[in-house]
């Protein structure tokens, strides 16, 4: 987008004057548009005020398209790495992991990008938290924690309190369970 | 004396409509040797699955808030599939011994 700024500057700009053009070549009316406006009283007549309210609704349209501080990319390849039969076990870092953002009193701040699914609802993805020392805890956005509920905003997840206490690992002695294998369904 | 064994003993007796239960640990391998890490696993207790978990990383897995008894543990190394183990689950800590996974 700020490659093409010149663009946009010029559609933004000359884009209103078709369907303005239009309206008044074959339906010509005495039409306007007054109103206040970021502080001016304006009083529009004829193409111009047809050109003023498309020139507004384009405006609008550009402002809600994504700012240019954040850039989604996508990165394909194919890896030659013979004998791997779990791709699922094939784990590709980003470093640093700019998605993620923690701070020393372990806040933390994940930026994600949600697809959405068939019926248009987020298909959010697990999170795991994990440390060298601690059980690592899983959670699903998709629904409350066992004793926190999650508060959901439109585009905000806040899992905040003490809903995420990871626990030590082997802080109590454990009783050792004898494992069956079970047939396969 | 005998109001404390009183009060003991109806704690035991009202310990699983309290929902008192174990944590279930443990970790997963592929038969190659390293850790099997971000694995889905659930463990069903007559009928009732838990939240699922995954694994870490390291192949560790740690089940919260599961209810003693005989249960299954379930591995989905398949999507739609798992590799189920019949457990025992004890209070307040249950390990489960390293699974192998091919």
Redesign the interface.
């Given at each position: 987008m700020r490659n093409n700024f010149y663009l946009v500057t010029g559609t933004v700009v000359l884009l209103p004057l078709v369907p303005a053009y239009i309206l008044f070549k074959f339906l010509p009316s005495e039409a306007g548009a007054d109103g206040p406006y970021s502080g001016l009283s304006l009083k529009l007549k004829g193409a111009f005020a047809a050109y003023f309210v498309v020139l507004l609704a384009v405006m609008s349209f550009f402002h809600t398209l994504p700012s240019d501080q954040v850039e989604v990319w996508t990165v394909k390849g194919k890896i030659a790495a013979p004998g791997v039969d779990n791709v699922s076990d094939l784990r590709i870092s980003i470093i640093p992991d700019q998605s993620q953002q923690k701070t020393p009193d372990l806040a933390f701040k994940i930026r994600l990008v949600v697809p959405r699914d068939s019926q248009g609802k987020p298909d959010f993805p697990n999170i795991v938290i994990e440390h060298p020392m601690f059980n690592p805890q899983t959670i699903h956005l998709d629904q409350d924690l066992p004793d926190c509920k999650l508060a959901k905003a439109d585009d905000e997840v806040d899992i905040s309190g003490d809903c995420l206490k990871l626990s030590k690992r082997g802080e109590t002695p454990a009783f050792e369970t004898p494992l069956v294998k079970l047939p396969d369904h | 004396m005998k109001y404390l064994a009183k009060c003991t003993f109806i704690a035991v007796l009202a310990m699983p409509v309290l929902g008192w239960a174990a944590?279930v640990?443990g970790k997963l391998e592929?038969v190659a040797g390293?850790p099997?890490?971000?694995?889905r696993v659930t463990i069903n207790c007559a009928g009732r699955r838990t939240?699922?978990?995954?694994?870490?990383?390291?192949g560790?897995?740690?089940v919260?808030?599961v209810p003693a008894g005989s249960c299954?543990?379930e591995i989905w190394n398949a999507k739609d599939?798992p590799?189920?183990?019949?457990?025992?689950?004890?209070e307040?800590?249950?390990?489960?011994?390293t699974?192998k996974l091919?």
């Open positions: - | 944590n640990r592929r390293y099997a890490g971000y694995i939240n699922s978990v995954y694994t870490g990383g390291d560790f897995y740690f919260p808030k299954v543990l599939k590799v189920s183990f019949q457990i025992q689950v004890r307040p800590s249950t390990q489960v011994p699974v091919p």
